[in-house]
């Protein structure tokens, strides 16, 4: 159980790009209305976005 | 009202006559129910909690419910304080229940369980100052914009700050202080099962703005004010020492109390709403013993 939660929590920022800013940065997309080239849906960015981030977070320790 | 002589004759009086002076005077501003800041620990908690609905069903609007959020957070923590000293009502008193439940409903905005905030507060207490021994070490700062990058820092994923709590509660190693660990635990997944969860129904910028952009904001501001402020420059060692009264820019209430955050250290039962008024009743006492009292 430690050691499944120890690794939960290392990955923990990449989990938080993921699970939190990815749909958060869509419903900001959305809300704004702007209007992605390709017709890319707007969740797609976040997911994007997130996962970098938060998997750079992962990796250095850091969000900024 | 007991009559407390000015500084020159109490620099001259015998130490042990001091001292029972001192806490004589101390003294009267202890015991009594302290139902100001219960009403206001519960209170706060439910405008937080209120936000949620009212928001979700377009009552009130996401821009007005950020503000009231973020002084939720910010509100959130003393009224717990306030119970990990047992002030509302100590264990076996009738009202213990209600010290109980304040502690550990009131700071649920800040994500921060009562227990864990109680046991890191006590080392907090016993070692204040000390670099390696008190949990609270980390925002020792140069000055306020110091204080406010190293909030920040230190919450990063990979800061050793983040830790101090959960290593202070490892070196204590009680069953009680493992207890908190696991509630920290479960709060921390809680937290997170929340935001993920409202963020995946569609409900991202509540979660966003009404707990975890708050939550930063809230955090920073009571490291500033309750942690930083009281105990800068952060290297005084010992009762009269450690800790400071200091004049806020925003005021008594905009500091929430902590200009006389060394009442609090001296006599930790005091409870909040009086430090003022202890504060000015020993101010010639603390001035003959040495403190940093600054220009208050």
């Known amino acids: 159980m430690r050691k499944v939660l120890g690794g939960l929590f290392k990955v923990m920022p990449l989990l938080f790009g993921l699970g939190f800013l990815a749909p958060l940065i869509a419903q900001v997309l959305t809300l704004t209305g702007w209007a992605l080239p390709g017709g890319v849906a707007p969740l797609a960015v976040g997911l994007a976005i997130g996962g970098i981030w938060g998997g750079v977070a992962t990796l250095t320790g850091r969000w900024l | ?296």
């Open chain 2, 1 to 296: 009202m007991i009559a407390v002589p000015d500084v020159a004759t109490l620099r001259a009086m015998d130490p042990k006559a001091l001292n029972r002076l001192e806490k004589d005077v101390a003294d009267q501003f202890m015991g009594g129910l302290a139902w100001g800041s219960a009403l206001w620990g519960l209170g706060n908690l439910a405008v937080w909690l209120s936000l949620w609905p009212l928001t979700i069903m377009g009552i009130l609007p996401l821009w007005a419910a950020f503000p009231i959020a973020t002084l939720n957070v910010m509100l959130c923590y003393l009224p717990s304080h306030e119970a990990q000293h047992r002030i509302y009502a100590r264990e076996g008193e009738p009202l213990f229940w209600l010290n109980e439940l304040v502690g550990y409903l009131s700071t649920i905005p800040l994500v921060l369980p009562y227990q864990v905030a109680r046991l890191t507060h006590y080392e907090h207490h016993t070692h204040t100052n000390d670099p390696e021994l008190d949990p609270d070490i980390a925002t020792k700062s140069n000055g306020p914009w110091h204080l406010i990058f190293k909030s920040i820092v230190n919450r990063q994923p990979g800061a050793k700050a983040g830790s101090a709590y959960g290593e202070t509660l490892a070196r204590l190693g009680t069953p009680e202080a493992q207890a908190a660990g696991l509630q920290a635990l479960a709060a921390q997944l809680g937290y997170l099962a929340v935001l993920f969860g409202m963020a995946w129904t569609g409900h991202a910028l509540e979660a966003a703005l009404i707990w975890w952009l708050p939550r930063h904001i809230g955090v920073t501001y009571i490291q500033f004010y309750l942690s930083w402020a009281p105990h800068h420059p952060g290297t005084g060692k010992g009762r009269y020492k450690d800790t400071r009264a200091f004049r806020s820019a925003v005021g008594n209430i905009g500091s929430m109390g902590m200009q006389f955050h060394i009442i609090h250290h001296l006599y930790p039962r005091i409870p909040l709403m009086r430090t003022p008024a202890a504060y000015w009743a020993l101010r010639p006492i603390l001035e003959a013993r040495g403190c940093d009292l600054e220009r208050l």
